[in-house]
């Protein structure tokens, strides 16, 4: 980057050299299936739309640090979509942007903690508490994939994941530990975002249909369960007592505020398609 000021140009030339952004993906090939693209932008989904979640705080957060971490994990989980959705276009030909910005709601294949809206910022750090110790698990496991674009982005992903976990970890016991308001903030939003842990968990058809490939959500659950305990115990907290929601986001069934997150997303997209900068 150069710049230098004339008097024709007093506010100066600058000038920034090209990146090429595929540079930045994960993996390459082609998805095998359609079963192989489906599962990847499953995956992709959650992490775009909690990318787009997170990057609502900020300049809203509650520390200025808090603005540089949440952005940064928002950027973390931006990749990790990128790669993933760009995976699974390549079996029909689109491209990560059609798939980000050119779906409809019912196209997407997000599940429902992802959905979920940001709230208080106990809300957000219990769904990143929740999110990031799943992804944690999800992706360790995904490491050891049969399909070797899946295994080499959650080999790269799973090293970002656990920073965030730790993140999600440190405030949740500050602020279970904080003051009297702090932690019942910090039991309300467990309690509020519990019933969207039981989706994360749920087999499909579709996970049967790539043994080998894909990670069995079933057996990830008593992994997360044991990380979850041992870290509300240190305050004193218990794991919510809730029932479940029906959820249904890999089958395009979506929480209500879904929508209004996609027209935010997807409006500079859509108004002038193919446009760059």
Known sequence: ???????????????????????????????????????????????????QQLGGWIAKAPELEEDVALGNIALDLLGHARSLLRYAGSHDGRSEDDLAYFRDEHEFRSQWLFEQPNGDFAHTIARQLIAATYLFELYARLSASSDATLAAIA?????????????????????????????RRMIVALGDMWPYVDELFRDTGLIERLEGVAVRPSTLREPFDEVIR???????????????????GRDDA????????????????????????
């Open 1 to 51: 980057m150069s710049a230098h000021t004339t008097e024709a140009d007093p506010h100066g030339d600058v000038t920034v050299d090209a990146l090429e952004l595929s540079a930045e993906l994960v993996g390459s090939g082609r998805a095998e299936s359609a079963d192989v693209a489906e599962y990847a932008l499953g995956l992709g989904d959650d992490a775009l739309i909690l990318a």
């Open 155 to 183: 080999a790269k992903s799973v090293k970002e994941v656990e920073y965030h976990r730790d993140h999600a970890v440190l405030w949740t016991l500050r602020l279970a530990g904080g003051t009297e308001e702090s932690r």
């Open 230 to 248: 041992a870290v509300l115990s240190e305050e004193g907290l218990e794991v919510p007592t809730v029932q479940p929601s029906a959820g249904g």
């Open 254 to 277: 979506h929480f209500p505020t879904l929508g209004y997150l996609l027209a935010e997303m997807q409006v500079l997209a859509r108004q002038h398609p193919g446009a760059t900068w």
